[in-house]
């Protein structure tokens, strides 16, 4: 299988990279190897359930950095083909510099597709289908489960974890009720809190049901993995109410939750008074830098396969 040619004048940055190598972890060496750890943890759930053995090939849908990949090459070894695809072009030129230095280029080919149309893999010719924090971005699902399906042998498996967004956007849409409720006096706060949320999830049923980071839970991911055919189906819904990792006002204001989400520097610089941002500093810096601040992690996971007939 040849590799989709990524050209060098496609290693602009764009979102996924500007998100995944800068803003996720907001260019803070420390706090980067801190999501590195959190994400491996994810990865390595996502492998659990892959059930790999030697000589299997691995598609790694919507690769990015290689995580699932590389850590994949890691457990099984050389006799292990890995299929890296991504929509982002300089994604997959980053992943094959890592491929490279990790001296595991030959094992890995690379494909730039979208998670909806895997062209280039053949039909029933991989072993294992495993995607992380993938599906979340993708708009049809249902078409990229579809070609999940379709590039699997029978009797392969599919390891999915994603993100559940859906509580973000209803608590950005619960700030909108509040604010816009005149029968109530106008909290300040609560004004600029709201307008932090909306820069970072939408905030209307509209909005929500438009958008592919919000419009799921897991139960509609479970069903339209069996609507494209999978059985032997297992879902897991894992949330963590847990101290925030993040305790650095600057990690704060540079990083944001999700690639298409600004950070709230940005936020603060497009959207707020000079006056509004000294006020939200002086409200919410002491409470981040107190290490109290909380945060909830929704992710599912889920295995299935194709099956034999
Ligand atoms: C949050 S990152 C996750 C990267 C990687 N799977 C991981 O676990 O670290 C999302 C990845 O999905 C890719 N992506 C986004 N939309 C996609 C699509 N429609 N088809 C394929 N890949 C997509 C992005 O380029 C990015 O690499």
Known sequence: ???????????????????????????????????????EGYADRVLEGAQLADG??????????????????DRIGPSLRVILTDVSAPMLGY????????????????????ADNLKGIADASVDVVATRAVLAYVADKRAALVECFR???????LSIAEPILQD???????????????????DRLLTLLHRWKAAQFPDTEEACAKSPIANYSERDLLNMVRGAGFAQIHLQLHID???????SWEVFLGSSPHPW???????????????????????????VESGKNVTTDRAMYLQAQRPFS
């Open 95 to 114: 992943a094959e510099s890592v491929a490279v230095q990790r001296n595991v280029r030959a094992q890995c080919t690379f494909l730039r597709c979208t």
């Open 241 to 247: 109410v847990v101290p925030s990792l993040i305790t």
């Open 56 to 73: 299997m090939t691995l598609v790694d849908v919507g690769a990015g950095e290689g995580l699932v990949a590389f850590r994949a090459i």
């Open 1 to 39: 299988m040849a590799d989709n040619v990524v050209e060098k004048h496609d290693l602009e940055p764009d979102v996924w990279s500007e998100w995944l190598l800068h803003r996720r972890h907001a260019d803070d060496p420390a706090y980067a190897q801190v999501v590195q750890a959190v994400v």
């Open 151 to 157: 590039i699997l042998k029978p009797g392969g498996r």
């Open 168 to 186: 973000e956007a209803l608590y950005a849409r619960a700030l909108r009720r509040r604010v816009e409720d005149q029968s109530q006096p106008v």
């Open 261 to 287: 989400a600004p950070s709230l520097k940005q936020i603060l610089a497009e959207r707020f008074t000079p006056d509004e941002r000294q006020f939200f500093e002086q409200m919410v810096r002491p409470t």
